[in-house]
């Protein structure tokens, strides 16, 4: 979905880096979560914030950070990659609408720790 | 651990034949949602099932929900090779989604 984007798409780094996954919206929806996906596990939910001022850990937040710097700005970070925490990583949007959360993903950041 | 999981891990099937995938789950859901992933892509949501309606429809897609089973159906019928995709049911868990593992449809021409 056009409206999600992610960058960088690809990223190939080192045990130990830093790295800095970044989503933007234009869709206006408060709602932006960070999901990674693994070959045979499906997606799991590492991070999500509500607005600007709420962030919340999901399954799997152990060795990720976010920053919500904007309504339309979401970023997750790994403070020093490990070679496990290689993976497709999504982040989507979705309207607030009680248990009724349709989301909207990005196309993925196809991340690679040697 | 996965709330839904996807039954068959993955079906091949001549264009034209409907292809039905199962999803069960595990504790008392508001939704269920499928969604499809073209290899390498975000996923796309395709239909939204509340947990009082038990059928569903939206184009060629049917959706179907039983509750007292912990499972969901989604049929498509008149398969085309652009149906090619990974289906995923997601249920609500953590205010996001937990996705079961997918199945893997391929349509053969």
């Known amino acids: 979905d056009a409206d999600v984007t992610q960058t960088p798409r690809n990223r190939i780094t080192k045990t130990g880096k830093r790295i800095m996954l970044e989503c933007s919206q234009t869709k206006g929806h408060d709602r932006m979560y960070w999901y990674r996906q693994d070959p045979g596990l499906g997606l799991r939910l590492i991070y999500y914030s509500f607005d600007v001022k709420d962030i919340n850990k999901g399954e799997i937040s152990d060795g990720y950070s976010v920053s919500r710097q904007a309504q339309a700005k979401f970023s997750l970070s790994l403070e020093s990659a490990i070679p496990n925490q290689t993976a497709l990583y999504f982040c989507?949007?979705?309207?607030?609408?009680?248990?009724?959360?349709?989301?909207?993903f990005g196309p993925g950041t196809r991340l690679t720790v040697l | 651990s996965q709330q839904g999981e996807e039954d068959p891990q993955a079906l091949s099937i001549q264009e034209g034949e409907n292809a039905t995938m199962n999803c069960s789950y595990k504790t008392s859901i508001n939704n269920l949602q499928w969604y499809r992933q073209n290899s390498g892509r975000g996923l796309v949501h395709l239909i939204l099932?509340?947990?009082?309606?038990r059928e569903k429809h939206s184009g060629r897609l049917r959706v179907t929900l039983d509750t007292s089973k912990k499972s969901s159906s989604l049929l498509i019928t008149a398969s085309r090779a652009a149906d090619t995709a990974s289906y995923f049911c997601?249920?609500?868990?953590?205010?996001?989604?937990?996705f079961g593992k997918g199945t893997h449809l391929i349509i053969q021409p």
């Open positions: 099932i509340r947990s009082n309606e």
């Open positions: 997601a249920t609500r868990k953590w205010d996001g989604l937990t």
């Open positions: 989507a949007t979705s309207t607030p609408g009680g248990s009724y959360n349709e989301q909207f």
